[in-house]
């Protein structure tokens, strides 16, 4: 009895994406609407970030320093993070946004950012995956290979 009158919790999706240009939000707007209608994906809000280039706050920056520096002595070479400082002060900003938007949140799904064999350590790559998901609700993270996985048939 108990069964037929159980009804799961409504939760709303809001999608997030990120866009290249400002002058694009508009227009990644109504594309991400427009497939997850085709998908009959409902969701309660689209929303499209445009600042996540912008420099990581100081706050952030401490908390990876912290971090960083309970690892071995070596783990992560200075030249490693040089070069890596773009990608570095990206998913520092990913996780200020993921703070800022979804700390309230019940589940949180999350791409995987891709490794580059070679290019980035693994104790830098986890930093980075430590960093993004610290003080969030569960977080469900995706690997994805970048290339599209939807298909619609009109």
């Known amino acids: 009895d108990h069964v ?3 009804r799961p919790k409504i939760c709303k999706l809001r999608v997030f994406t990120l866009a290249n240009r400002k002058d694009e939000l508009d227009s990644e707007t109504r594309k991400m609407a427009t497939m997850l209608a ?4 409902e969701f309660s809000s ?3 970030i445009p600042d996540v280039t912008k420099p990581a706050s100081e706050a952030s920056r ?3 320093d912290t971090m960083l520096a309970s690892l071995p002595v070596g783990a992560i070479k200075d030249d490693e993070m040089l070069e890596n400082k773009e ?3 990206r998913h520092l900003r990913l996780s200020e946004l993921l703070q800022t938007h979804s700390k ?5 799904f999350l791409t995987l950012p891709m490794p580059r064999k070679g ?3 693994a104790p830098l790559y986890l930093a980075w995956l430590d960093i993004m998901t610290d003080n969030l609700p569960p977080t469900l993270l995706i690997r994805g290979n ?3 996985v939807l298909t619609f048939y009109s």
Do not use: C, G, P, W
């Open 62 to 64: 401490a908390r990876l």
């Open 146 to 148: 970048q290339s599209s």
């Open 104 to 108: 309230d949140s019940e589940l949180i």
């Open 87 to 89: 990608k570095t002060n």
């Open 4 to 6: 037929k009158n159980y």
């Open 119 to 121: 290019r980035v350590s």
């Open 46 to 48: 689209v929303v499209v």
């Open 38 to 41: 085709k998908f009959r994906i």
